[in-house]
């Protein structure tokens, strides 16, 4: 599903250039829940950012879904993130001006979908994260969860072939977070691959295996194979 | 994706009412202030007669002094012919139509006893002018070509006058006293008021139009004389009636209608003969030289748009662009505000083509209301112009269809200019940077 080898990343100033990722290997296979860990800095963003098509990088291949996405223009680029990937962050990033409804249909607009096809997906989606009385509501009159849970239905809404997370409970409190990360287990058994960044190690062991990051590199390489039917992970620094 | 984009742009301008207003003020000023201007430079410019404007050709012929070249134009040609050269022209008639006129100043003394008699001014004139220029009946018609050779006391009033005089009654038939004389009015005028008055550039360009139209066969027997601009080289005419008649004096403006280009070169042809038999008989002393212009040409020889309002123009464009340029940065900083939106948004799979149009037509949505605000404001600029001018700026300031047209394009195109940079620029940046702003 996702194939990394190799992959540099350099952020380079007038003075000083720094690895944000360096030789970066990374085989995700479809069906999975990976957590990638690591502390501050340690080049978890990065990664999901090119993950997600958002960066480009200096060196190695990145193969989504058995295509070669290393080298693509922007539009090419938009639309995999846009028909492939599905995007949950810690802040939620919902749109504070658009309701519950217009928030979840956001990609689809961008997908050219027909009215009533979209009024369709934006329903069932916002049925399976429980919010479908919520329609109408604005972000700011629902509570973080809720808000989690708005964002998790515009991730899903595509149909998105691999779901990246960046600390989804980052900003919620413990019940919430069991009740995202209890959705988010749910999403993957129904065969969503997600890739998960956080450097909680409590909500790393849900995921089937976790991989560690620091200062750019894979250190350590564990497998952690939590489901025969998941096949055999591979990390490798 | 465009009704979406609408909806968008109405929302963003909702969520930033302040700045919003601060664009929309900004783009608002601009095209008022170039609305006023190009509404006073395209009804001064505009072309009064379009359906014929190509076929209507004013006559000059050079008729000057030997001793020193007419000093009116850049060509040295007279712009008006002499009383000689008119009717013999219409006598030879070589085109589809030809018209010789002049004003004169005439009284009326009305029917009815509780009205003075007021001062009008008639254009003497043959009954081809109203064909020839398309000049709208509202009852009757010309003159016939009968009373143009009997001589007959026959008058067309223009609508204003038929007003004042029969309250906009159907006149034909009656009777109106010019001058002490007794005309037949034989046709009344729709309103008619051709802007610029291209017929007769030599007598207030913008004026009113005539108020009565008297046959041109009427000058001697009722010796009439012009009340509009005479030229004369040397010792003019003596003084005479009669010798202002034969004088190298111009006077009378002169037109041929000329449908194809082959018919104006034969009248060419036909002027530049007609000049070598007048030389025969002592005349046109300087070389042979005749001019043929079209309506629009006549106007801009004739300079009636002047240099004045081309500068005018000029400088409120240039307010326009220091206008667009504060609007630049206003957007800039409006989007800018926007990038956690923007970011999130290309994550979610838009393209950058497809933000770059979401902006733009934000931008539009912006010129838009600042089209409507520069109209608002263009109307009142007008308004001032009317007021502080008034006479004949009356009718030159006013906003057509066209202008309103042009002031909401120029309105859109200059908000949509604003926002090309800005939209190229949010759209630039990668995505990841704007959503570690959110």
């Known amino acids: ?237 | 994706m465009f009704s979406y984009n609408l909806r968008l742009a109405l929302r963003s301008m909702r969520r930033t009412p302040i700045l919003s207003a601060l664009m929309i003020g900004a783009i608002g000023i601009g095209i008022g202030v170039s609305t006023t201007t190009l509404t006073v430079y395209h009804l001064r410019s505009g072309n009064p007669i379009p359906q014929k404007s190509g076929q209507l050709y004013a006559v000059q012929l050079d008729n000057w002094s030997p001793n020193e070249p007419y000093g009116g134009t850049s060509d040295h040609l007279p712009t008006q012919v002499t009383y000689r050269d008119a009717t013999n022209l219409m006598r030879l008639g070589k085109a589809k139509r030809q018209n010789a006129s002049y004003i004169t100043s005439m009284t009326v003394i009305p029917h009815n006893r509780n009205q003075k008699p007021f001062h009008v001014i008639s254009r003497v004139t043959y009954n081809d002018f109203f064909p020839m220029f398309d000049v709208p009946f509202q009852y009757g018609g010309p003159w016939g070509d009968a009373d143009n050779s009997s001589r007959a006391q026959v008058v067309v009033l223009s609508h204003e006058l038929n007003e004042k005089l029969f309250g906009g009654a159907n006149s034909v038939g009656k009777d109106v006293r010019l001058d002490g004389n007794r005309f037949r009015i034989v046709g009344v005028l729709k309103h008619w008021e051709p802007t610029p008055h291209f017929y007769d550039l030599e007598n207030d360009s913008f004026g009113d139009s005539e108020d009565a139209y008297i046959p041109f066969d009427l000058t001697v027997p009722l010796k009439l004389q012009s009340a509009g601009n005479n030229s004369c080289w040397g010792n003019g005419s003596d003084h005479s009636f009669e010798g202002h008649l034969e004088s190298e004096c111009v006077w009378i403006q002169f037109w041929a209608e000329l449908p194809t280009a082959s018919a104006r070169a034969r009248y060419h042809q036909f002027l530049g003969n007609y000049v070598r038999d007048q030389k025969k008989a002592g005349r046109f002393p300087r070389p042979v030289k005749t001019s043929l212009r079209n309506v629009m040409q006549w106007i801009a020889y004739n300079g009636v748009v002047g240099n004045d309002t081309r500068s005018l123009v000029g400088l409120s464009f240039m307010f326009l662009l220091v206008c667009v340029l504060n609007t630049i940065g206003l957007i800039l900083a409006k989007f800018m505000r926007r990038s956690g939106e923007i970011g999130l948004r290309r994550a979610l799979g838009a393209s950058r083509h497809a933000l770059f149009r979401q902006y733009l037509v934000e931008s539009a949505v912006i010129g838009v209301s600042g089209g409507a605000v520069g109209l608002l404001l263009g109307w009142a600029g007008l308004f001032g112009v009317r007021s502080l001018l008034g006479g004949n700026a009356a009718r030159i300031a006013h906003l057509d269809w066209t202008m309103i047209g042009i002031s909401l394009l120029l309105a859109i195109a200059a908000s949509v200019a604003a926002g090309l940079y800005p939209a190229w620029r949010v759209v630039r940046i990668p995505p990841a940077a704007y959503l570690k702003t959110q």
Do not use: C, W
């Open chain 1, 1 to 237: 599903m996702l194939k990394m080898d190799g992959v540099t990343k350099v952020y380079r100033t007038d003075v000083v250039q720094t690895y944000a990722l360096r030789n970066f290997d990374l085989d995700v296979k479809e069906g999975e829940f990976v957590a990638v860990m690591g502390p501050s800095g340690s080049g978890k963003t990065t990664f999901l950012n090119i993950a997600g098509l958002l960066e480009s990088f200096d060196s190695g291949h990145y193969f989504l879904d058995g295509e070669n996405v290393s080298a693509l223009g922007d539009d090419k680029r938009s639309r995999i993130r846009n028909e492939r990937i599905g995007f949950i962050f810690q802040s939620f990033n919902l749109i504070p001006d658009l309701n519950v409804h217009d928030n979840v249909e956001v990609p689809l607009r961008y997908r050219r979908m027909k009215s009533g096809e979209r009024q369709q997906r934006v329903r069932e989606v916002l049925e399976v994260v429980g919010l479908a009385s919520r329609m109408k509501h604005l972000p700011s009159q629902l509570s973080g969860g809720q808000q989690q849970r708005v964002a998790i239905a515009r991730a899903l809404a595509g149909e998105p072939r691999v779901l990246f997370a960046d600390e989804p409970t980052g900003n919620l409190d413990s019940l919430m977070a069991r009740q995202i990360l209890d959705l988010l287990e749910g999403i993957n058994e129904d065969g969503t691959t997600i890739v998960m960044v956080t450097h909680d190690s409590e909500l790393a062991r849900r995921a089937h295996r976790s991989v560690h990051l620091l200062d750019g590199q894979l250190m350590d390489p564990e497998v952690t194979v939590l489901g025969a039917e998941h096949g055999e992970a591979t990390a490798s620094p």
